[in-house]
Structures are given as structure tokens and as C-alpha cells.
DNA sequence: CCCTAACCGAGACGGTACGTCGTGTCTTCTG
DNA sequence: CAGAAGACACGACGTACCGTCTCGGTTAGGG
């Protein structure tokens, strides 16, 4: 009710500036010192809130913004899974957040405190979502009642992850539009399948 | 066809002994100094043959071993494909292969020469590979004329990824399964498709 | 008239607890910090009362005891001198008041308040009781009327403090009398003077 | 012969800026840091070859020149000690080297390497000069067979100290011939000694 | 006897400096 | 004469205190 308090809002300033300084130079050559600096706070500060630059980088990425990743819900299963996977693509394979993303993915690959949050804070609420929403319309009769939930999630995330991470080849529209037709149409080996 | 020269000598006790520490400490742990001081060497030797650690440790974990993962083809691509994504399954997603590769590409997130050099070095090979035995499975009719090889690769390859680098659940043999079985016995979303 | 009031009794503690912690560790090593965890008090608490922990540390020592270096006066200058050096020498220059002491000289060179507060309250008053049996002495004419007190006093003194805080030779009873033999029965560099 | 070595160069550098500084803005405000800074040369440098700013100052203090207070021998001994006195009065009690001088004695009061360094490489020589004039003089008859030197020498240079370390009162011309004749004419208690 | 202003503990805060580590370059000296 | 050894300038680390500044929670005295 009343106004936020003194703490608070260094700990967004804190976070706000992280996120500039690594918009600008890249977390790799993010340091605690210019952050301390830039923000106008002491090192103390921050030590006390984030016991490591990776942790304070994570925090300050997964809090900027709303992702605006959840799940519409227009009837249409595949136009629903494309939309978002659209704009999944749109968001954490393109400048600003691309980069920023991939930074924190690549610390998580050593650092289990930051695997532990992503996928706690991120991984963990969008795949909720899309497996709601994939529910909804096993339910409602749109997928097979042995219609594999976890798989087709992992079998339209996996891919793209693929391209970001490894091949760094472009996720483009179409690309997303054959790996959504390949699950649903099936990818059968044989001509006529069944 | 005589001994090997002098400098390949150092070449290769540089790269064991940056392995062996990395083993030992992580990646993020390794340092020059500490290499140069194990190897018996100085630094400038180092740095003459390599421009950061970065490459350095990307040399030393490529050169290491041969993969051992080429496509055996007993005729049938299904085994074949079982086969390998079994073996890469053990080899790189376990120690101590798995956390060196993880660094490895946590590295190649903010360090386009690594990603190059990963790309150049052992994915496209891997994937030339993949796509080769898929290329004769089609020849041979086992799979559809319409077959997207490419897509087939990224359907496969990336939710093993996905669990190595994002959610880090393990890649059993049932997964595997799993996979494979949705990739080519179709997952039709409704009983009869199309 | 009534108890001591409760401010009182914080500032006993806190010197006392400052005085603790210097025995313990020493003047150097003795943090403002420290000594409010340890007395239970608040860093402002300290500061309201003392500007400097100089201050304090000077406060802590001279507040903490009675000298008992008042002159005696038997009657014979030369023994009551005697019995003062030899207390004097006793109590500043062994512990635990001789690194205390030296400590506060220490810091008297380089701060002008602590160098003030010192002569103020320590030096001045001994060196006015010296002066003061001195003077009786003469007036009693043990002394000779055109004895210079002043430079007495401090050919007394001197060297102590030059063997306290210079050399760190031990001071000695012996030593203590050669010099009151000096200066009393004269150090006549020719066997005949004048 | 050739050309003086490089770490002799930073060696010297350093300890002109530390000397620098000190004289700007005093022992207790001067800090490796600075000094680095200034020197244009890492922290390390200094650390690799004075463990502590303390020894670092009493370094440059001690190296920065020759004193110019050796014994010059004219025959008479009086004015010969005069003479000396004069000029150290002149040197350790003034501007410049006076407070550099003043914070090297002071840090010596709880710093034993700095003690021990101060005795060895400034006291006991200068000490020993005034010894071994003394000495001259007494083997010329100019002093008794059985004059004290050890505790004349600590007759002349206590009070000095005394006045320079405690009282901080001038040490005037004056002073000194007051202290030198005392010494060699006798402080006789009595109206007519002997 | 309650109210209220002063005081207090606790410790967060912006700073400064510490002493250490590792980087990539540069020197020195040796086998 | 190449290479080990390591010195070097630099930048960042994480810690310790400084002296100031909130923040609540007493606490005692005056109404």
C-alpha cells in the first residue's frame, strides 16, 4: 500500500543495471565492479544480495520482463503451439534477448545453482503451460488419447534449442511450420503410414 | 616417418595435461598458468599455439579420442540409428566426457570461434554421418521419397540435447525408444490421419 | 547522586571493551566494528561518544587505571626519583601497559588530537609532579640554586622513551641508577671541570 | 658497467612515488594502491618485493638519501657532537623528513620488522659514528678514562627524541647547548662539586 | 499511569583499500 | 637460439572496516 521499500529498490536498481551492462558488453565481461559502479552502490551490496555475478545475471534477466510466452487457447492446438512457438523463437533467438539467453544456458552448463534456477524460474512454468495446453486438447478430442504429451514437447523444443545452441542455423517461420507438421501429420517412413 | 618433431612433442603434452586438469577441476577452473605449470612449460608455448584458452581446451577435447561414433549399417536404419544415439547417449551425456562437452558448448554460447570450431569440427561431421545413413535408408525404400532427412537429424538429435543442456534429465535407452518409435511409426494426432 | 545514569555505564563498557580487545589483539588490529559487537552496542553508540577510534583507544587507556606515579617525598630527591622511575619503567614498558603505551605514542605521531590529549592528560601532570618534588629539593637546598629542573627532567626521561620506543633495550634498575648518578653527581668529562 | 637491470628501475620508481606520496599526504593516508597507480605498475610489483606498505615506507624513507650525519673530526668534541646535533635536529625535526621520520618511529611501536629494520639500518650506525668519536675523543684525553660513553650518548640523543616524540617542543640551538653542557660541564646538585 | 520523545541495537549502506589471482605480453637466461 | 621461467601491467575478485544512515523496539520521565 505504502511506498517500496529502501532495499527494494536497490534491488532493482541493481538487477536494471546488470541487465544494461550485459546488453552492452556481454556477460562474459559483465564484473560485480561495474555493476557496483554504474549502479552507484557498494560491492557490499550486491555480495549481499547475489553470492556470485551468475546468480545476479540470472536474476536480473528472468525478472525483466514478463515473457509473454503463455499459451493462447483458440480451439486450434497446432495455430495455438505456432503462435507461441513464433514468438518463443521471436524473443529468445533474436537480439537483445538471444544473446542474453544463451549466456545464461552456457553458465548453467557449470554452474548447478543457475541450471537449478533456470529450470525452476523458466523451463520448468513454460513447459507447464504448453503441457496444459496440449491437455486441453487431448482432452477435447483434437490429439489421440495415446497421444504422447512430454515427448511432443520435447520433440518441439529439442529442435530449436538445437538450432540456437549448436548449429546457430536461423528459426525461421517454416522451419517451425515443418516441425509442427512432421509431429501431427506424422513423420511416417513409408508412404502411406499405418 | 621418423620420430615426431620436437614441437608436436609439446602440442600434445599441452593438450593431456589441459584435459587431465579439466577433468580435475571443470573448465571454468582451468587456467593457463596452471597448464603451462603441470605441462613443464612456458607460457608464451602455449599461447604460440593457441590464441585463448577457450581453443586450447576445445583441441584438447576434440583431439582426445575418436568418437567412436560412426553409423554402422546393418541394413536396417532403425537399429542403426538405435545404435548410435545409444553410444553418444553414454559418451557424451556421462562423465567424464559429458560435463567437458557441456563446458565445451557453454563456451561455444559466447565464443564464436568455439562455436565455429565445434560446428566445423565434430557436428557437421557427426551430422554428414547421420544424414549419409539416412540418405541409403531412402535410396534402399525404407524410407518415404518425401522423407525430410534434414528435419528427421533435428527431430532426433535435439531433445537429446535438450535434456543434456536444459532440464538434465537423463537420456535412457527408453527414450531413445521412445523417439525413434514416434519419428518413424508417425504421431498422428487423430486415430487415422489425414 | 542516585545510580549512574545508563549512558554512564555505556561508556565504562565500551572502554572497557576496547581495552579488552587491544590487549587481545592489539591497537592495530582493533576495529570500531569490533568493539561494538563485543560491548553490545551500536557503531553509533561509539561515535557519539568518540570522534576516532584514536580517540577511544586513548580514552580506553588513560581512563582504565591510577597511574601510581605520584612522587613520594622521603626527604632525599635522589631515592624518590629512583622510586618513581623504577614504577614508571615497571608499568609502561612491560605488558600489558608497555604495548598499550607505545601504541598511543605511535598514534600521537601522526594525529595531532591524540598527541594533544595525550600531553594533556598524561605527560603534563607527571611531568608537573616531577617538577614540583624537584622544586621542593632545591628549595630545601639539595639542589643547587641555578639547577636546571626542566632539562633535568628530561635527561631523566629521555632516555627512557629512547629505550622504550627506539632501540627496545631493557630498562633496569641499573640503568636507572647510572643515569640518576649522572646527573646528580655530575659527568665531568675532565677529571678536574671547570 | 652496462646499464642498470630493469627490476632495479622499479625498484627505485616505486619507492620515489611511495617517498612522493608520503610527503603529499602522510604515512596513514598512503596506500599501495596509490602508489601502484602513480608508479604505473601493478599491485603485484610492489607486494613481490616489500611485504607490506609498512616496509615499503620505511624503504624509501631509509634509501631516499644519505643523511649527511656522520662525525666530522675538528679536535674539539663539543663542537663536533654540537655540530651533529644541530644538522639531525635540523633533518629528523623539520619538515620534510620530520613527519615521515615521526610515522616511522610510530608504525616501529607495534610493527617489530619495521622496529627491527629502523635499528639496524638507521640507529645503530648512526649510533656506532657517535660511539667511535667519542671514543677518539677519550683516547685524546679530552674525556675521563671512566666517562660513561654508552649513557652519554643516550644522555644527548633521549631528551631529543623526548622532545621530538612526546612534548613535541621545539629542539632549539639553544637546547642543545643546554643539553651538551650539562653533560660535560656536570649537573652538579650541589653548589661546588666534587 | 500512560504517552511520547530520546536513545539504542542492529546492521544496511557507499566507499576505499586490501592482498590475491589470472590474463596475455615481454624479458632474461640457460641448455 | 628456442624455450622455461617468470616478471610485468592490468583488471577483477571477494573481504574488511570505515563513518553515516535507516529502522524498529525499548525505556524512562513528564504530563
Chains 1, 2, 3, 4 share one sequence.
Not at 6 to 30: N, P, Q, W
Amino acid at each position: 500500500m505504502n511506498a517500496r521499500r529502501r532495499s527494494d529498490d536497490r534491488t532493482e536498481t541493481i538487477m536494471r543495471t546488470a541487465l544494461d551492462l550485459a546488453l552492452e558488453v556481454g556477460y562474459a565481461k559483465l564484473s560485480m565492479e561495474a555493476v557496483a559502479a554504474r549502479a552507484g552502490v557498494g560491492k557490499d551490496t550486491i555480495y549481499r544480495r547475489w553470492p556470485s555475478k551468475a546468480l545476479l545475471f540470472l536474476d536480473a534477466v528472468l525478472s525483466s520482463r514478463n515473457t509473454g510466452l503463455e499459451h493462447p487457447d483458440t480451439g486450434d492446438i497446432v495455430a495455438d503451439l505456432r503462435e507461441v512457438m513464433s514468438r518463443a523463437a521471436d524473443l529468445l533467438a533474436r537480439p537483445p534477448w538471444g544473446p542474453l539467453y544463451q549466456d545464461l544456458i552456457g553458465e548453467a552448463q557449470h554452474n548447478p545453482d543457475v541450471a537449478a534456477a533456470l529450470n525452476q524460474r523458466f523451463i520448468q512454468p513454460q513447459t507447464a503451460d504448453t503441457l496444459a495446453r496440449l491437455k486441453v486438447a487431448k482432452e477435447q478430442g483434437q490429439l489421440a488419447p495415446d497421444f504422447d504429451l512430454d515427448l511432443a514437447f520435447e520433440i518441439l523444443s529439442g529442435p530449436l534449442y538445437f538450432r540456437l545452441l549448436i548449429t546457430q542455423q536461423p528459426i525461421t517461420q517454416a522451419y517451425i511450420d515443418r516441425l509442427l507438421r512432421a509431429l501431427f501429420a506424422g513423420m511416417a517412413p513409408e508412404p502411406h503410414p499405418r
